[in-house]
Each structure stands twice: as structure tokens, then as C-alpha cells.
């Protein structure tokens, strides 16, 4: 009888640590996918796209794209810096004289600036635009 009594209560100790280890689990599962969608909310910094091209909504420059010499070069620059899919850089790039991007504050303007410079863009405007 006392080892009937024994391995029962083995048995619950067992269960109760089998419980509490899926409760923990899936509370953390709960808390990792909070933090990754903060995170992810964060990277974006609002952007949203107008008339085909991204809005990053940090201030009143645009960047406008009037004539490119080496067009893949810059798709793909535009693609691994910005983050645009391949499809939108070369829509962009094709369709110039376009406005490349809005809402960027002075300083990200003119780094991009520099940026489409370096990458044999003849002309390249940054205007400020009314909010």
C-alpha cells in the first residue's frame, strides 16, 4: 500500500512539473511575439506608401530623382539600403523624372542625396515640401 501511495504521488509531482512547464512555455511564446511585433513596428517608422512611392513620415523632404546612368546598379542599392522589393526600385528608377521618396527630415535627405550621387546619378534635387 505505501508503494501504491509513493509512485501516486511521483506520478503527480511529474504532472504538476509537465503542466508548468507548457504554462511557462506558452507564456513566453505570448511575450516573444509582443516584443517581435514592437520591434517590427519600430523598424518601420510609419512608412506608407503615396502615389507609388514610400512616405517615411519624418519630416518635409523629398528626395526627386531626375535622370539615372546606371539603373541596376541603384535598384539594387535602393533595395539592400531602403528596403524596397526589387519590383517598386525599378518602377521607380524607370519612370524618372519621379519623386524616389517624401517625408525624410534635412539630414536623411541629403544621405540619400550622396547615396544616388555615388551611384552615377546625374541629377538629383532634394526639395522641402509644404506639410
Known amino acids: 500500500m505505501a508503494v501504491q501511495a509513493v509512485g501516486c504521488m511521483i ?3 511529474v504532472l504538476v512539473f509537465v503542466v508548468l512547464w507548457y504554462v511557462v512555455k506558452f ?9 517581435e511585433k514592437e520591434e ?19 519630416g518635409n523632404y523629398s528626395v526627386v530623382l531626375e535622370q539615372v546612368n546606371d539603373a541596376e546598379a541603384l535598384v539594387a542599392q ?3 539600403i531602403n528596403g524596397y522589393s526589387e ?11 519621379t519623386c524616389l521618396m517624401k517625408g ?6 541629403d544621405d540619400m ?8 546619378c546625374s ?7 509644404g506639410i
Do not use: W
Not at 513596428?41 to 506608401?49: A, C, E, G, H, K
Not at 541629377?123 to 515640401?129: A, D, G, L, R
Open 104 to 109: 525624410l527630415d534635412q539630414e536623411g535627405a
Open 40 to 58: 517590427s513596428s519600430r523598424s518601420v517608422q510609419n512608412i506608407t506608401m503615396e502615389m507609388g512611392y514610400p512616405n517615411f513620415n519624418l
Open 27 to 35: 507564456c513566453l511564446r505570448i511575450f516573444d511575439k509582443h516584443r
Open 113 to 120: 542625396q550622396v547615396l544616388l550621387q555615388v551611384n552615377d
Open 78 to 80: 535602393l533595395s539592400r
Open 87 to 97: 519590383e517598386l526600385a525599378r518602377r521607380q528608377v524607370s519612370s524618372c523624372p
Open 11 to 13: 506520478g503527480m509531482v
Open 123 to 129: 541629377v538629383v534635387s532634394v526639395k522641402e515640401v
